[in-house]
């Protein structure tokens, strides 16, 4: 999740773009076409080739628009699976199958703009027609900008193959004395800071936590027995679960989950009307969860593409 390159506001233990967002989720651009866990180095997506323009959808675009006949994107692309760089370059994952099949749905094609996250915001309208980068939905930003949601992400553990240790993190106590991996500076690593705390104060063993500098360095160590878990976002947790092979299981539910949705210009709303029905199609048709589900994150897709929801913060 994305809230600057700072993705959760510790105070509520939700992701919040706030300017002083507290802490980290994890950063997933560790996990690329090869991530040094055993996995396949073959760069995976979904084939958006058999989308359909939709004619009716295509009606609905404001005249003159997407007139060269690209669906200019702006993405951050070192956030796997959402959007990272495959070893040739290529930007590919969850979202830039989304920005495609976004792009075909309305006769196009699309076009991923690498940038920094900081910056795309305030190149929509002009550099970008839509910022799509995991972008976390916030009041603070459907208050300057539209955003249509398109998933919920959280946080999630991750445990060898067949759950060897029983991990049950149904209630965080029952991680006391177990040790788990998490990325250096995440949100994740601050929750098991406080969860060790509270089993210290229980009178349990405190949480081993171990911190590793990225999330595949803590998958290995969780292949490797060294530990007995890893805590990390929803969609990375799925993401290596899908990328090892069989070797890594998800355990419990995703946990303090909001959307995330494209960014768009408040200027037009009649683009932002056309998007927005093509990504309800998108979901009707199942393209979307299938996308995510070639990814390994099945668990994120919404069934309704919401413009501004309102959330919690």
């Known amino acids: 999740m994305r809230t600057s390159q700072l993705r959760r506001a510790v105070a509520v233990g939700l992701c919040l773009a706030l300017p002083v967002a507290l802490t980290a989720c994890t950063h997933a651009e560790d996990w690329s076409a090869q991530s040094g866990t055993g996995a396949s180095t073959q760069a995976q997506g979904y084939d958006v080739s058999g989308i359909q323009p939709q004619a009716d959808i295509i009606a609905m675009l404001p005249e003159g628009a997407l007139a060269d006949g690209v669906f200019d ?63 976390t939905v916030t009041r603070e930003r459907t208050a300057s900008m539209d955003m249509i949601s398109v998933s919920n992400v959280g946080s999630r553990f991750n445990v060898a193959a067949g759950n060897p240790e029983g991990v049950d993190p149904s209630d965080h106590l029952n991680l006391c004395g177990l040790s788990i991996g998490v990325q250096t500076g995440t949100y994740q690593e601050e929750v098991l800071t406080k969860d060790s705390a509270a089993c210290t104060e229980a009178g349990r063993d405190a949480i081993k936590i171990r911190s590793y500098s990225t999330n595949s360095e803590a998958t290995t160590a969780l292949i490797g027995h060294t530990i007995d878990a890893v805590y990390s976002d929803s969609t990375v947790a799925g993401y290596a679960v899908e990328r090892t092979g069989g070797q890594v299981d998800a355990v419990g539910e995703v946990e303090d989950a909001l959307p995330q949705g494209i960014v768009l210009t408040k200027d037009d709303p009649q683009f932002n009307a056309a998007v927005l029905a093509a990504v309800q199609y998108l979901m009707d048709q199942g393209i979307w969860a299938d996308i995510l589900a070639t990814w390994g994150v099945a668990d994120a897709a919404l069934s309704t593409a919401v413009l501004n929801p309102v959330v919690e913060e």
Not at 76 to 87: K, V
Not at 104 to 126: M, P, R
Request: charged share 15%.
């Open 73 to 135: 994107v702006g993405a951050s692309t070192d956030y796997a699976p959402a959007e990272f760089l495959s070893s040739t370059g290529e930007a590919i994952g969850y979202e830039v199958d989304l920005d495609h099949a976004i792009a075909a749905v309305l006769g196009v094609t699309a076009k991923v703009h690498t940038a920094e996250f900081d910056s795309i915001i305030a190149s929509i309208g002009s550099r970008y027609d839509a910022g799509i980068s995991a972008f």
